[in-house]
């Protein structure tokens, strides 16, 4: 090794955090600082003037947030636009906008300060939640609370660097992480954060290679410095070597390659090597995700998740409003299969317009099918608009979180009665529209025999599969090394359903995270996986894989 190359290698910093979205970046590092306002201590006698500064600045921070909404709709989509939406209402909550009022009359104490100290209040309550979710909100608080500052204060954002940049610092807020050009970030690398943050579910959707929770090595002084971002593994090489750099540069490449061999694939149908058509759909999360799914040529929509609906405020959505959003998902598809699963608030999903009170381990609790069996009144509604919508496209219907028979034969009762009422009201709608449940429980696995025969096709979660199986929480971190998608457990549950499904004579679809593992496609296959379901961005390189393989009769 020469002396440069050795010099270099003493200086070269590697940072393991965790990886938030997967890709390689190559360039320099642009340290952006904490955008918070400066924060003055002062008396104050006359706290009803403070107290209306607040109210004006919460109204223009709420301007100014739903300006980014509307911004963020069409850039982003709905569901990431929420984000937003969320921030609004936390501006309106009753125990914030209490402790902001206590602060000030109790402590004399202008505006900017007791907005700040009760931020600080909050924050720290939801970082020391063990949820994942929860502790992920905190970011939202301190963002939502440095912006009415600003407001109170009159001072403005901080700006970013121009041209194409690796942005790194402590922490980003969601409002921050959009403002950046996406054309200029050629990553996102965080010292604190979490998987389960907004800042890093826009940095997923946005599709930029990021990492969290570095740690504080990650400082200042790293601006202005070459580095490689590699945000499947969750490292940063900081002045990297020019090995580091060349093992780099054959990865992008490498993932290029495969991102262009696998768009060969658009137009073709999903056929293993000796013939068998297994068909590779996408999961979405929201109406914008449909033009994704298209563009990456699935073969229909095997998972639908329609809680974006009730996650807003706003109140429950009407009947008309869920038909409208169905029925433009069911056009748009254009003769693809459209499967549409039920609400599955609950656990870490949190609808304000559906009160589920606290839960100790909410992840056992009230939740899917449990909540729509008891609120019939939703149910029946969001029915009604799925068999509305029916009329419109290939539309198939299927249940979360079954456990027993008996959720089985009421859910067909009330879709009984939903029938006869759309029919009296003269309303169209596929009389043989297919119904089917999620398989997520080990409870429905092992009566799974029982459940084949009432329903028309079987949909796994492996998801929650594995955490339930495993008695693992998925969203704690302390326990994420339990967690094993891959464990014999598992592949036993799997197994044991796709055979129950096949001797009734139904189908049988893997939605959850296993299905886009390239490690098990081929297990997955053979144990007797008749469809898949993956996220938009993994349907080319799912079918691809599966086009390459044979279908053995034994896994």
């Keep these: 090794m020469s002396g440069d190359a050795r010099s270099q290698a003493v200086f070269m910093m590697r940072l393991k955090g965790k990886g938030a979205c997967p890709g390689i970046a190559i360039g320099i590092i642009s340290y952006f600082g904490s955008s918070a306002p400066e924060i003055s201590y002062k008396n104050v006698n006359d706290t009803e003037s403070e107290l209306e500064r607040v109210e004006k600045a919460k109204s223009a921070a709420k301007a100014q947030l739903l300006e980014m909404y509307r911004k963020a709709l069409p850039e982003l989509g709905k569901e990431s636009a929420e984000i937003f939406e969320i921030q609004r209402a936390l501006i309106d909550d009753t125990d914030y ?54 407001c109170l204060s009159g001072s403005s954002e901080k700006k970013f660097h121009n041209g194409k940049r690796i942005i790194c610092a402590y922490d980003l807020t969601p409002s921050e992480t959009f403002r950046m050009d996406r054309e200029n970030v050629l990553a996102f690398v965080t010292a604190r954060g979490s998987s389960q943050s907004h800042t890093a579910i826009l940095a997923r ?39 580091v750099l060349e093992d780099a540069e054959r990865k992008r490449s490498a993932a290029e390659r495969r991102r262009q061999l696998a768009s060969e694939f658009i137009g073709r149908e999903t056929i293993t090597a000796d013939g068998k058509k297994i068909p590779v759909n996408a999961n979405i999360s929201s109406v914008s995700d449909l033009e994704s799914a298209l563009e990456n040529d699935a073969e229909g929509v095997g998972l639908f998740r329609t809680e974006f609906l009730f996650l807003e405020c706003g109140g429950l959505p009407s009947e008309d409003v869920q038909f409208a959003v169905y029925r433009h998902a069911a056009e748009t598809m254009k003769g693809r299969k459209l499967t549409i699963r039920t609400i599955d608030i609950g656990a870490d999903k949190k609808s304000d317009c559906i009160a589920l009170g606290h839960e100790d381990n909410p992840a056992m609790g009230f939740r899917g099918i449990r909540i729509c069996l008891e609120r019939e009144d939703i149910f029946k509604t969001q029915l009604k608009a799925i068999f509305r919508a029916s009329a419109y496209g ?151 894989r599966i086009s390459s393989l044979r279908a053995r009769l034994k896994p």
């Design 97 to 150: 906008n209490n402790a902001i009022e206590n602060i000030i009359t109790s402590q004399k104490v202008n505006a900017e300060y007791a907005v700040a100290v009760a931020s600080d209040n909050f924050a720290a309550m939801l970082s020391a939640m063990p949820d994942d979710y929860m502790c992920a909100r905190s970011t939202d608080v301190n963002d939502v609370s440095q912006r009415i500052i600003r």
């Design 205 to 243: 959707i946005m599709g930029i290679p990021s990492v969290i929770g570095i740690g504080r090595e990650l400082t200042p002084e790293c601006d202005g410095k070459t580095a490689v971002v590699d945000g499947t593994e969750g490292i940063i090489y900081i002045d990297p070597t020019p090995q």
């Design 394 to 544: 290939k539309t198939e219907v299927m249940f979360p979180m079954i456990i027993s028979l008996k959720e089985v034969k009421m859910i067909k009762e009330i879709i009984r009665e939903v029938k006869t009422e759309l029919r009296i009201m003269g309303t169209d709608f596929d009389e043989n529209l297919k119904i089917g449940i999620m398989i997520e429980t080990p409870a429905a696995v092992m009566i799974s025999d029982i459940l084949a025969k009432e329903v028309d096709f079987f949909s796994i979660g492996t998801n929650d599969l594995t955490q339930y199986t495993l008695a693992v929480d998925r969203t704690n971190p302390a326990v994420d090394k339990f967690y094993d998608p891959h464990h014999e457990a598992v592949k036993r549950m799997i197994k044991l359903t796709a055979d129950n499904a096949h001797a009734a004579g139904i189908k049988v679809c893997i939605c959850g995270d296993l299905g886009s593992d390239p490690d098990m496609t081929d297990w997955l296959i053979n144990a007797g996986i008749d469809e898949f379901s993956v996220p938009p961005s993994e349907v080319l390189e799912t079918r691809k």
